[in-house]
């Protein structure tokens, strides 16, 4: 079975910086393209960052130049980096995992980052 475990979450004041660690356990971790999504409450869940076919990248327009996703497979771990943080960057932050030869995806549990000061 197929387990996505994220971390890294937690409160931060405005400017600061966060990385977000998701494990991925019970399936070879190469094989998945891998995403953060966030949900902030009371609106509903947006993509942040992918990373496709280990190497490829995509991020909203909202974080673009302040957040780097980047992955580890030998650590089948995907990593979200998080610079200059905005109060608008509060939200429940989820790991996404998808199988690129079936398309089934794959939830972490979420990790919740608040920019506050």
């Known amino acids: 079975q197929v387990q996505l475990v994220e971390s890294g979450g937690g409160l931060v004041q405005p400017g600061g910086s966060l990385r977000l660690s998701c494990v991925v356990s019970g399936s070879i971790f190469s094989i998945y393209d891998m995403g953060w999504y966030r949900q902030a409450q009371g609106k509903q869940r947006e993509l942040v960052a992918t990373?496709?076919?280990?190497?490829?990248?995509n991020y909203a327009d909202s974080v673009k130049g302040r957040f780097t996703i980047s992955r580890d497979n030998a650590k089948n771990t995907v990593y979200l980096q998080m610079n200059s943080l905005k109060p608008e960057d509060t939200a429940l932050y989820y790991c996404n995992a998808e199988r690129r030869s079936t398309g089934i995806v794959y939830w972490g549990q979420g990790t919740q980052v608040t920019v506050s000061s």
């Open positions: 990373i496709i076919s280990g190497a490829i990248t």
